[in-house]
């Protein structure tokens, strides 16, 4: 947008007439001699240096930063004259809804002899065809809202509050609960109905913390299990062996000749035996690992396992969280 941009300089009435991205720096303070010039140290010298480095960086193109050296300034002396720059920085940020804001503000403060009444009169008839409203709601008083990541104020709100046109963020934060986001878009002269929900983080507070089971009279039936566990595995790997050798010796006597009945009766009755044992031996394997594990997990309440013997194994079920 293509608009005359007149800094005011603090203090005085002289002005600066500019172009955007043309712009020239306010004159000089006068010296501290000079009876007009504010003392060294003084808010009104600390926010003129402000306010002449917001010229320079509106100058650039800069407008962020601009509006920053402009709001410091007023921050340290007021002075309606720094809410007309800050005025226009807004418009050229395109924010409308903050632009009309201080324009009116300034206003108010400048009062009938404002310089540039006239122009910001006109300028605020147009920002009010480029502005809506949002009436927000919000589950949790006193939470603080933002529009665009900007603070609006807390809720409950009064009234309606003013936006630009365009896509919006509407954002709703409070201590304790989860943020609330809604994106809403906003024409001319609209008013936009948002309802922000803020959820409560953790358990209620009424909630006593479940502590987790500890073992009866300090035996520690985890470990002992586990270390069962192992035992019968070790047992069950070593009688697998010998059910192997004894197979294979049982195999080996069979083509064997001459070999007599009672012979090889004896070694497939060991075969037998032994292969019977190690599988014996291979199911307490697993059901003392299942039982065992069932007692490791059990120590939290976020695991629930459940262990039962069928037909051909152990089955176990369960819900990890």
């Known amino acids: 947008m293509t608009r005359w941009f007149a800094p005011l300089v603090l203090g005085g009435a002289v002005l600066v007439l500019s172009a955007p991205g043309a712009l020239a720096d306010p004159p000089a303070t006068a010296p501290a001699s000079s009876p007009a ?45 720094v809410l007309y720059n800050v005025g226009e920085t807004h418009y050229q940020l395109q924010n409308y809804a903050a632009a009309l804001a201080v324009f ?4 108010t403060e400048a009062g009938a002899t404002a310089p540039h009444r006239r122009e910001v ?8 065809t480029r502005v809506g409203k949002v009436r927000i709601t919000a589950s949790a008083d006193g939470c603080e809202v933002t529009v ?10 009064d009234s309606p509050v003013t936006v630009s046109v365009g896509r919006r963020k509407i954002t709703a934060m409070a201590p304790g609960r989860s943020p609330d986001t809604r994106f809403v878009e906003v024409a001319a002269g609209d008013t936009v109905d948002v309802a922000l ?12 913390p479940i502590a987790p089971e500890a073992p009866p009279d300090g035996v520690d039936y985890a470990r002992i299990g586990w270390f069962t566990t192992g035992a019968l595995a070790v047992g069950t790997a070593a009688l697998g062996t010998w059910a192997y050798v004894a197979s294979h010796q049982l195999q080996d006597a069979r083509h064997t000749y001459p070999t007599t009945r009672a012979e090889l ?3 497939a009755s060991r075969a037998t035996t032994i292969g019977v044992i190690a599988d014996v031996v291979g199911v307490a ?4 690992g299942a ?9 939290s309440r976020e695991h629930e396992v459940h262990v039962g013997v069928v037909p051909g194994g152990v089955q176990i079920a369960g819900v990890f969280r």
Do not use: C, W
């Open 37 to 81: 010039s504010p003392p060294a140290g003084s808010p009104v010298r600390e926010a003129a240096k402000h306010f002449h480095r917001g010229v320079a960086l509106y100058s650039e193109a800069d407008y962020r930063g601009a509006l920053t050296e402009f709001k410091r300034a007023y921050e340290i002396a007021p002075n309606a004259g």
């Open 104 to 107: 009116e503000r300034y206003l």
């Open 121 to 128: 009169e006109q300028t605020i008839d147009t920002l009010r």
């Open 148 to 157: 665009d990541d900007e603070l609006v104020g807390k809720a409950p709100f």
């Open 197 to 208: 929900s803020l959820a409560p983080i953790g358990p209620p507070s009424d909630t006593p």
């Open 265 to 267: 009766d004896s070694k």
């Open 285 to 288: 394997t697993v059901v003392a």
């Open 291 to 299: 039982v065992t594990l069932k007692l490791t997990l059990s120590r």
